[in-house]
């Protein structure tokens, strides 16, 4: 893949990966919640989902989508149903006092985060979307796929930081109960909210 095409295709998953979204609201919520280094494992297991999905769009399964639109609709109505019950769960979320030394309850962990990306048609589009503009023919598709992966990987793990520490931050303002209330229930919105973007 030449560095032209390398860049454009970062440029393109850069704007998909830090955009609002399923994976960026929970990352945030996580990082207010349960702080920086306890939501690692949410993020790698989006980003690791992220993967699982481009190489099932670029080996095949991204085809039968496109064949069969039913498919993508039975996977927009999965995936706002999922955003919905993970949204009133956050919504809904008991408030645990940050300063104590008792840890608060589990955050998401790796299989949630990793699971999450086959309900999320943000995820489907992202990998269909760089599958389909910036691989290349013939013998030179398994190298840009590889590329494509490297990059889906860099602009993750970057996206996935920023979000997760500008969810950290908020974390060290909810030090009352109500401030952690509003905090919660504004995410959970959010997350509802993400379900309009699925249906757009």
Do not use: D
Request: charged letters at 5%; one cysteine or more.
């Amino acid at each position: 893949m030449e560095l032209g095409l390398f860049f454009s295709m970062l440029g393109f998953l850069w704007v998909a990966a830090i955009t609002p979204g399923p994976n960026n609201m929970l990352l945030t919520t996580s990082g207010a919640n349960f702080g920086f280094f306890r939501s690692i494992w949410l993020m790698v297991g989006i980003m690791l989902g992220m993967q699982s999905i481009l190489l099932l769009v670029a080996f095949g399964v991204g085809g039968l989508i496109t064949v069969y639109p039913a498919l993508h609709l039975f996977l927009k109505i999965a995936g706002s149903l999922y955003l919905l019950w993970l949204a009133w769960k956050i919504a809904t979320s008991a408030y645990e006092t940050l300063e104590t030394g008792a840890p608060p309850p589990k955050p998401i962990r790796l299989y949630q985060g990793w699971l999450l990306q086959f309900l999320n048609p943000k995820a489907w589009l992202m990998g269909l979307g760089a599958v389909a503009s910036f691989s290349l023919a013939g013998e030179a598709y398994n190298h840009s796929i590889a590329g494509i992966s490297l990059g889906m990987f860099l602009v993750n793990l970057v996206s996935g930081i920023i979000w997760l520490g500008f969810g950290t931050v908020i974390g060290r303002l909810l030090r009352s109960k109500r401030a952690w209330y509003t905090f919660n229930i504004a995410m959970g919105i959010l997350t509802a909210a993400c379900v309009l973007l699925i249906w757009h």
